[in-house]
């Protein structure tokens, strides 16, 4: 993916991508038969998405990947928008539900977090897309509904459940984001990361006078010698995800705090009566 730039989902007219999205409009109503299904449609775009990023898609270039002309494709989905819907609607529908480590909630979002990232780098265009207007197909409710289930029970409400995922889900997509970065930066200096720092780092060495900035160039050795890069993406997310669960788990603990302290405290059993002696016990 060259560059990064940002799409933004639910463009088109609501009542045609509902449609669409849930099968209620599958096929032109008028005309020969169609020689093709939304469905198919959909995997060539995502497929032209997957090779050569966003920015190559378009109504022209997925029929042409079909064999049509734009104008027969027009007559399956009205626009470039409703497609980029059933684009999200689809992958996100197809993502993989791993194991989690234990049934510890903790556990349950680190699994949803590491199937996200899974998907981004299946799919790396679907992180420069803002879904702030979801497609609500069923491919992303019944995404919704199975992430917001690792929060079920926990103390929180629905608001905050809701919050939460967002939470955990906006900072994968960051992270992609950040990695396609590198990636795009990697490919427009055709040089990797080791090979611009070796040619970067002796420069910048002669302009930077360590007594005037002293932590940053002990912090910034530091860390170019454990990534071998100015930034590594992998190290970015392992340590961001930690925090954040550890930001959640802030959160559910105070929750569960005020749960424990409005819960009615239940009255002590009366003490139970002295057993009395049985015979041949010596008296006390």
Known sequence: MEGVTTAYSGGGDP????????????????????????????RAAIDLADAEGLAALSMRRVAERLGITAMSLYTYIPGKAELLDLMIDTVCGEIERSRPASDHWRDRLEAIAHDNRALYERHPWLATVSTARPPLGPGVIAKYDYELRALEGLGLDDVEMDAALTFLLD??????????????????????DGEWW??????????????????????????????????DPDHAYRFGLQRVLDGLAALIESRRAVSRSSSPRRPEPPPRPAAPPRSGDAPA
């Open 198 to 231: 070796a040619a970067y780092g002796p420069l910048l060495a002669k302009v930077v006078d360590p007594d005037a900035y002293p932590v940053a160039t002990r912090v910034g050795a530091a860390a170019g010698l454990a990534h071998g890069a100015a930034y």
């Open 15 to 42: 009542g045609r991508s509902i449609e669409l999205l849930w099968g209620l409009r599958d096929a032109p109503k008028r005309g020969p038969k169609p020689r093709f299904s939304v469905a198919q449609i959909t």
């Open 171 to 192: 900072f994968v997509q960051s992270c992609a984001r950040a990695a396609a970065d590198v990636r795009a930066a990697r490919h427009a200096s055709r040089t990797g």
